[in-house]
């Protein structure tokens, strides 16, 4: 978040940044799974307190 892809592929040894670019999308992908599962998570408490 904020670091230069160029400085994390040197701290991770990559001769490539198209390497790192791999890892960045992985965590892109987790980190949207993520937060649809927080949303779905949020709408369900919601509908539950509604029908209290």
């Known amino acids: 978040a904020g670091i230069p892809i160029e400085s994390i592929a040197k701290m991770m040894g990559h001769?490539?940044?198209s390497s790192t670019q791999i890892y960045a999308q992985v965590t892109d992908n987790k980190i949207s799974e993520d937060m649809d599962r927080l949303i779905?998570?949020?709408?369900?408490?919601?509908t539950k307190e509604e029908t209290v």
Do not use: G, P
């Not at 779905?40 to 919601?46: A, F, G, L, V």
């Open 40 to 46: 779905r998570k949020h709408q369900t408490k919601e």
């Open 15 to 17: 001769a490539s940044i």
